[in-house]
């Protein structure tokens, strides 16, 4: 069992690597993470390759997540303007070849089937909602089954960190388990 884990933050001890560091223990098996600010991801420039050949024009590390080798997949990302961080939309924008495989050419991608999760650290205390939802859309592009109980966030991060909010920690080393079984 492999879980690749999407870490959409640029800080490598911040609130969101607090999270991954509390769901790591409950994940069985083999365990890649895919640091979206150090990956070279570029996003798409919609030049239609993707409407007449399988795959992406672009050869960079997006085969991580094309090679659809895993069997959860969890995105980690802070929350900005209310949404995931640059890098993590630069990664949904290449999830285009998806779609076009489906709509263009009539050959669509079946991924094989797996369990999402989402990892949220929200410096406010606003509802993250566009976070969430662009969130669902990736999984379920990527053909992951996300329940409701498997987003965890973290709010308020601007006076209490991630990494002392014990609710969230808690939610997330059970997250962990949960994908496992
Ligand atoms: C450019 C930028 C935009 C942000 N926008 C939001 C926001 O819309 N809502 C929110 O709750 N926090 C926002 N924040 C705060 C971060 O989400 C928060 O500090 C988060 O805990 C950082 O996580 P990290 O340490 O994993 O990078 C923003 C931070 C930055 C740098």
Excluded: W
Aim: hydrophobic share 40%; glycine share 8%; with cysteine.
């Amino acid at each position: 069992m492999k879980t690749l884990i999407i870490n959409g933050s640029p800080r490598q001890n911040g609130d969101t690597a607090a999270l991954i560091k509390a769901l790591r223990p409950g994940l069985m098996g083999e365990i890649s993470e895919l640091s979206t600010y150090r990956a070279r991801l570029t996003p798409c420039v919609d030049c239609r390759f993707c409407r007449a050949s399988p795959g992406c024009a672009i050869d960079d590390d997006m085969r991580t997540i094309y090679a659809d080798d895993y069997d959860r997949v969890v995105i980690a990302s802070p929350v900005y303007y209310g949404s995931l961080t640059p890098p993590v939309i630069a990664l949904a924008s290449r999830l285009q070849i998806y779609h076009s495989a489906k709509h263009f050419r009539g050959e669509p991608i079946i991924p094989r089937p797996k369990r999402g999760g989402v990892l949220l650290a929200g410096g406010g205390k606003g509802n993250p909602a566009e976070a969430r939802r662009l969130s669902r859309v990736m999984l379920r592009i990527l053909g992951a089954e996300l329940r409701e109980e498997d987003v965890v966030v973290s709010l308020n991060t601007d006076t209490l960190a991630a990494g002392d909010d014990t609710d969230a920690l808690e939610a997330a080393r059970a997250l962990g388990e949960r994908l496992s079984m």
